[in-house]
């Protein structure tokens, strides 16, 4: 009877401080991790939105990057983290769902984080040096299978576009021979030089070329066209309905964070995706918000959960290994 008492005191204990910490959250400064070196996509939207939820939550918001395999040292940081709010990490699709399915990790991110909302997303496309005789997507996946293991960029193993591609090959039965790059700067320099045939890249990385004429862009993986480039129809138009493949981004606490604090983060993340100088800015970055409904905690735990069921069997048939 004695330990009953003492175990329902202490839970009682613990629902006290919860509430407590969420009634006066936050009372300091909030570290944001950002997983992948400073300068990046991912960085300039941590910053944007931290400078945002500042005013909403009345503390700073402090950019710290953590950067290394692929992401997953500063993802797995915050998973050791306490979870009182104060910690948060901000990543893709590569940092939290790509790198975790292949390096190594003592977490799983659909059971060792909150998701505190969905943000913004990247479709990827497919774009080719501008001399390829096919004129559209089913042409060109006609000549893929007459032509097979033509060259295919990609930004080393593992990465998104290396996935983009493997994911093509399953879906639409063309083969690659892939040519892994440093970075996506030197692929696409080959791509419009002709020195590879093709590439699956990230929208905004290759806007510029596309719309200069250097390289074309066949579709867009992605339910709905790209806003930047609304004149290259998506994959379902083009002839190869199902094939969505994007770099999202998102914001995740550790697990174990009170819901009210969830609630109150989450306020703050829409609040700024609401406001429209910083859709302009995002927008500038050549991301897409996400629609309201998505930005929920709901919509990204569904949503994550949904991704990693996709693209873990695809990791392991490939036998991906990081480099």
């Not at 021979?177 to 696409?188: E, H, N, T, W």
């Amino acid at each position: 009877m004695r330990k009953r008492l003492f175990a329902v005191a202490f839970a009682a204990t613990l629902v006290s401080i919860g509430s407590a910490t969420a009634q006066v959250y936050p009372s300091r400064p909030i570290t944001m991790i950002v997983s992948l070196p400073p300068g990046g996509a991912v960085d300039t939207l941590g910053r944007i939105l931290a400078e945002h939820m500042r005013t909403s939550l009345g503390q700073p918001v402090v950019i710290e990057n953590v950067s290394g395999a692929g992401g997953t040292v500063g993802v797995g940081r915050v998973a050791r983290a306490a979870p009182d709010g104060y910690t948060l990490s901000i990543g893709n699709w590569a940092s939290h769902i790509g790198a975790s399915l292949v390096y190594p990790v003592r977490y799983e991110l659909v059971k060792d984080f909150e998701p505190v909302g969905l943000l913004t997303n990247v479709p990827h496309w497919i774009v080719a040096r501008k001399t390829l005789p096919a004129k559209d997507l089913s042409e060109l996946i006609a000549w893929l299978k007459a032509n097979p293991d033509r060259t295919a960029g990609t930004v080393g193993s593992a990465s998104g576009s290396h996935l983009c591609g493997i994911y093509l090959e399953n879906t639409t039965g063309v083969r690659f021979q892939f040519v892994p790059y440093r970075g996506g700067a030197p692929a696409l320099q080959d791509l419009v030089g002709g020195q590879i045939d093709l590439m699956c890249d990230l929208a905004a990385n290759s806007l510029a070329m596309v719309r200069g004429g250097q390289i074309k862009a066949y579709a867009v993986m992605a339910k709905t066209r790209f806003f930047a480039a609304p004149d290259i129809p998506t994959a379902d138009e083009a002839g190869a309905p199902g094939i969505y493949v994007s770099n999202w981004h998102a914001l995740w606490a550790p697990k174990g964070t009170p819901g009210e604090v969830i609630t109150h983060l989450n306020a703050a993340v829409v609040n700024a995706l609401a406001d429209p100088a910083v859709r302009q800015r995002i927008a500038d970055l050549g991301m897409e918000i996400v629609p309201r409904e998505e930005q929920t905690p709901e919509g990204l735990g569904a949503f994550e959960k949904a991704e990693v069921e996709k693209w873990l069997p695809i990791i392991q048939a490939a036998g991906i290994k990081p480099e």
